[in-house]
């Protein structure tokens, strides 16, 4: 974990870590930017947050527009039909339930429509600065199982197996890191490994073709 926070250095952030530092960790700005993030590429979540948040910044002004004027905003990232009514409908719940605040609880974060506890744990990392939680996406998983840290078929899985095969201290920066590192190097197919700073402790698990780069 050391050697990858040392060589993460040079690269981009995620989408999501840019939004969160650009606005200070807003729970709100973490909360959408990661809704819309599931199976979207980076470039894509960063243009639709930023066209969306241009339009509306809190849950009350995001209330009030349609699930058109927001599938509209935030095409063509993934899934923008289903995100768009799942966006306004967060937004409604949280002027409702939450006086336009965003929660600071796994229970009351899965309670919001479209959120999964991939997104519930970025906002407590990110916005509420939780020391007990780790995020798990496709990258997080994938790395995590190709190191052979976890043996596991889905991301929930794998997030629960991190938290007795990993030390506590690292929890908050996995999914940076992991992913990070996946969108550079660890990539899904034919993986950099020859650029990899972790190679030597790395189990390559299911890797059978590598990059030449």
């Known amino acids: 974990m050391r050697a990858l926070a040392r060589a993460i250095d040079d690269l981009e952030l995620p989408a999501v870590e840019k939004i969160a530092e650009e606005s200070q960790e807003d729970p709100f700005e973490v909360l959408i930017s990661t809704m819309l993030s599931a199976q979207t590429r980076d470039p894509v979540t960063a243009a639709a947050s930023a066209r969306l948040f241009k339009m509306a910044r809190t849950p009350r002004a995001m209330a009030t527009l349609t699930a058109p004027q927001i599938q509209k905003l935030i095409y063509p990232v993934s899934f923008y039909r289903h995100k768009a009514k799942h966006v306004r409908e967060t937004c409604q719940l949280l002027c409702e339930r939450y006086k336009g605040r965003v929660p600071g609880t796994m229970e009351e974060l899965l309670q919001l429509p479209g959120v999964g506890r991939k997104t519930a744990n970025l906002v407590l990392i990110l916005s509420f600065k939780s020391l007990k939680n780790i995020c798990?996406?496709?990258?997080?998983?994938?790395?995590?199982?190709?190191?052979?840290?976890?043996?596991?078929?889905?991301?929930?899985?794998?997030?629960?197996?991190?938290?007795?095969?990993?030390?506590?201290?690292?929890?908050?920066?996995i999914n940076l890191y992991l992913v990070t590192w996946g969108q550079n190097v660890c990539k899904p197919v034919y993986p950099r490994c020859g650029a990899c700073v972790i190679r030597q402790y790395c189990a390559r698990v299911g890797v059978t073709r590598i990059s030449k780069q």
């Open 136 to 173: 798990v996406d496709t990258h997080v998983h994938r790395i995590s199982n190709r190191l052979g840290w976890v043996r596991t078929r889905t991301p929930e899985e794998t997030e629960h197996a991190l938290y007795k095969a990993t030390d506590n201290r690292w929890w908050p920066y």
